[in-house]
């Protein structure tokens, strides 16, 4: 393992600098996909219920 990050990755340091990027690219993912399932779960909750439109219809 060392030799490789010594070899292809440019050393200690540039390879924390690229560890360090790779975990802010998931976490902002992560954030997104969290706010993906949101906006999902939201539009679910505020969807107009078809049986209750029918009974309302019928009542007519």
Same mark, same amino acid.
């Not at 393992?1 to 993912?29: C, S």
């Not at 779960?41 to 049986?51: G, V």
């Given at each position: 393992f060392l030799? @490789?990050? %010594?070899? @292809?990755?440019g050393g200690v340091k540039e390879y924390n600098k690229n560890q360090r990027a790779l975990g802010a690219l998931k976490f902002a993912g992560s954030i997104l996909l969290l706010q993906k399932i949101g906006d999902i779960l %939201?539009?679910?909750e505020h969807m107009e219920i078809k049986a209750k439109k029918i009974l309302e219809e019928e009542d007519r």
């Amino acid at each position: 393992f060392l030799h @490789e990050v %010594y070899t @292809e990755q440019g050393g200690v340091k540039e390879y924390n600098k690229n560890q360090r990027a790779l975990g802010a690219l998931k976490f902002a993912g992560s954030i997104l996909l969290l706010q993906k399932i949101g906006d999902i779960l %939201y539009k679910i909750e505020h969807m107009e219920i078809k049986a209750k439109k029918i009974l309302e219809e019928e009542d007519r």
